[in-house]
């Protein structure tokens, strides 16, 4: 097993459980204990995990497992919706849209009052939604992840690679200054940065509850999009990117 694949294994079962034996991460990645020592080690070098004796924790609980897709849907409806609502201000006419997967960009479609845009999503309610109401939209190619309701791997990246999108809209399940955009799935990750990579401009969607949270896998640093966000973070925040601060 490569030894990023081992980090994130072990990242991800300590944000599920706050805490890991050597012992049980030897059974989850069926390595040796010396390997799992080092890969401890390793990451309590890069400040990710506290690394203590027989086992790791999570630091200060930064950590946290991404939540259930049908838990995302129902909370912070109204912070999400407002969000979404200034997000959907932002596309225009004539522009070639990504929408990312997520439950806050899913509801940018119902808030749309352009008349002719093209859209591109890797999300399954996103393209239901975007259809539903007439829009022309395409949706990549790839492996479901149901848990969030996207289409990744590694066909959805070579879909991506041979458009170039005017506007990008993206989803999050953490914000923090020191590791910016963070995810919990690896593959979902590399989905995510190569949509931005794609996008001329680029929006990060995120509620207020996601600042100073961390998640195992980094996507993109905060200066790599622009945060709409329903409440002013830390100001700390503003020293890596441009805010916009939607109203309820």
């Known amino acids: 097993m490569l030894t990023e694949k081992r980090h994130m294994m072990i990242l991800t079962y300590l944000a599920q459980k706050g805490s890991a034996t050597v012992a049980e991460l030897c059974d989850l990645l069926d390595i ?130 041979r458009y170039n999108f005017t506007v990008g809209f993206f989803g999050t399940n953490g914000v923090s200054v020191s590791k910016g955009y963070t995810q919990s799935d690896q593959i979902e990750a590399r989905v995510k940065s190569e949509a931005m990579s794609r996008c001329a401009q680029r929006y990060m969607l995120a509620d207020a509850r996601k600042f100073d949270r961390i998640l195992p896998v980094t996507f993109a640093q905060l200066s790599d999009a622009i945060l709409i966000t329903d409440q002013a973070p830390d100001p700390q925040y503003y020293q890596h990117a441009r805010i916009i601060q939607a109203s309820r």
């Open 32 to 161: 040796s204990e010396s390997t799992v020592r080092r890969d401890l080690s390793e990451l309590h070098r890069q400040g990710v995990l506290n690394k203590v004796f027989g086992g790791a924790t999570v630091i200060d609980g930064a950590y946290h497992a991404e939540d259930p897709a049908a838990i995302r849907e129902k909370s912070y409806t109204e912070e999400k919706a407002a969000i979404a609502k200034k997000a959907a201000e932002l596309v225009q006419e004539n522009d070639f849209v990504y929408i990312d997967a997520g439950s806050t960009t899913a509801q940018l479609v119902d808030f749309l009052t352009v008349r002719r845009a093209t859209f591109v999503t890797n999300g399954l309610p996103a393209a239901r939604q975007l259809a539903q109401r007439g829009y022309p939209v395409s949706i990549i190619s790839g492996q479901v992840r149901a848990t969030a309701g996207a289409i990744t791997g590694a066909e959805a990246m070579g879909c991506l690679a």
